[in-house]
């Protein structure tokens, strides 16, 4: 974590501290951060956070903190952790050494059923191993956020691998993964600095949200291309500093528990009603092209390759990569992914 990122934070915990804030009639704020304005990524927690104010009568009310001056992305846990703020969503893409585990989720071409990823998602993260990950960053794991379709737009078409090794790759996740086993260079770019990028042909080509994100954040503007592949689905989870959870009142834990499961479907049932808009517009913008069958092949060729490497990288760190990887694929071949 940066100094500037250590002062903001400091400077937020000793404004709120790290318990929820209960005024004298007992109601109980909770601060809740997203690292971008209002869009596709916060969707499912603006429902949870309605829901659980509405149920809990009042009781609780989240003071809801939109964009990313207080903390990006990749700072949303550290954030959480110390209590800068209450909950937030994060990626564990973009923290892989804090959740190697958790990062299962994000392996390339696992199932085209994207419920059945996210509530398999949901149960992995609640398996002791995977648990482990958010408790040692003091959190409790809630739901799943946003759990969006991670595609690929480029400035020229792209057809072949060959195309793919000559383009300049945004990538992360299992894109990232795979990429680099079929000998692409990638680019590590974050999310806030690629519409510049993009727009400069830093990058040529980027692996992202779409089509609801590509389509909110004006790339569908930039790029001229768009392979609407499903790579991997981008994991977004929710969680909760765990000396608040811990501090909340009984029966305001029990209305958070119920609206969090309902989250799971709901979440995912929000996303596919903005990719409607999204999906035709980016249809308007740009033209749709696609690997042949035989290059594909090639792309499926060195999954298992990807998802070895996740799992002896795992292993070579003493993690169980191997039973959590085969709890995923359980998981969602349970929920018929």
């Given amino acids: 974590m940066s100094l500037v990122k250590t002062i903001c934070a400091s400077a937020l915990v000793a404004a709120s501290l790290t318990l929820p804030t209960q005024s004298a009639a007992q109601e109980i704020d909770l601060k809740y951060h997203a690292f971008t304005g209002k869009g596709p990524s916060n969707l499912a927690t603006r429902w949870f956070m309605d829901e659980v104010e509405k149920r809990s009568e009042g009781k609780v009310d989240f003071t809801r903190i939109y964009g990313g001056t207080l903390g990006k992305l990749s700072g949303q846990p ?40 996210v509530q398999a998602a949901h149960e992995l993260f609640q398996t ?8 040692a960053m003091n959190q409790k794991y809630l739901y799943p956020g946003q759990w969006g379709s991670i595609q690929m737009l480029s400035h020229d078409p792209i057809r072949s691998i060959d195309d793919l090794k000559s383009a300049k790759v945004r990538a992360h996740g299992g ?3 795979i990429l680099k086993e079929l000998g692409v260079q990638v680019y590590g770019i974050p999310w806030g600095e690629l519409p510049a990028a993009a727009e400069r042909k830093v990058v040529t080509a980027a692996i992202i949200g779409a089509p609801a994100d590509a389509f909110a954040f004006g790339f569908g503007e930039i790029f001229s291309y768009w392979d609407d592949v ?5 994991p977004l989870p929710v969680s909760i500093n765990l000396d608040t959870w811990n501090a909340l009142p009984d029966d305001v834990k029990a209305v958070i528990n119920e609206v969090r499961d309902e989250t799971v479907e709901k979440a995912r049932t929000l996303l596919e ?62 929920h018929g992914g």
């Fill in 273 to 334: 009603e903005a990719e409607v808009e999204a999906d035709a517009a980016l249809h308007e913008q740009t033209e749709v092209v696609k690997l042949d069958a035989a290059e594909w092949q090639k792309m499926m060729d060195v999954r298992n390759g990807a998802w070895q490497n996740w799992v002896d990288a795992r292993e070579a760190d003493g993690l169980p990569g191997q039973a959590v990887l085969d709890d995923f694929l359980k998981l969602l071949e349970k």
């Fill in 230 to 234: 499903d790579w991997f689905y981008f």
């Fill in 78 to 117: 550290e954030n959480i952790k110390v209590g800068a703020f209450d909950l937030g969503d994060f990626s564990p893409v973009y923290n892989p050494g804090l959740f190697p585990l958790a990062n299962v989720t994000s392996l390339p071409f696992m199932t085209d059923n994207p419920l059945a990823h």
């Fill in 175 to 177: 894109a990232a993964e």
């Fill in 128 to 135: 002791p191993a995977v648990e482990a990950e958010f408790t």
